[in-house]
């Protein structure tokens, strides 16, 4: 995974433009390295994944949010049936776009976030393609609430004290 051929982007936007916060940034970040394990296990992508979180969320937070973040993609490939396109972590150029699946995903978790459950709804809808995502909703509700991660819930010094987009 570490070499890129730098496709296919389809209809990538440039991540600077998706309007993510530093922990939904961090989210995502954490979640490509998480894909890319599930894509190719030996490559061990995991443990950056992990580092990333305790880089982001201190020793104590990071481990466990990286835990729940891992427990939400689990629920997403239970309930989703097509491939799930996602940027090469390792690769500048690829890292530096978000992909359409990545946006759904993380519509998802904006709209949990900010207590939007219609917005939820329809990102859940375009995310499974019209499945049922009864448990990925679940999941992310769990996560959300557990941590105590909704927008009104933190600052971003509460939790975010680096800056997640640095290299390891």
Known sequence: MSACNHGPFGNRKLLVNAGLDPFELAFLQISRYFFAAFSDPETRHWTTAFALAKRSWGAIHGPAIA????????????????????SNPVCPNCSAKISDHERHLMACVVAVRKGH????NAGALMLFNGQEPRVFIAALDAFIGGFGLGVLDYTSDDLVRSNPSRNL
């Open 67 to 86: 835990t729940g973040i891992v427990e939400v993609l689990d629920a997403m490939r239970i309930t989703r049936r097509e491939t799930f396109m996602f």
């Open 117 to 120: 459950r219609a917005k939820l």
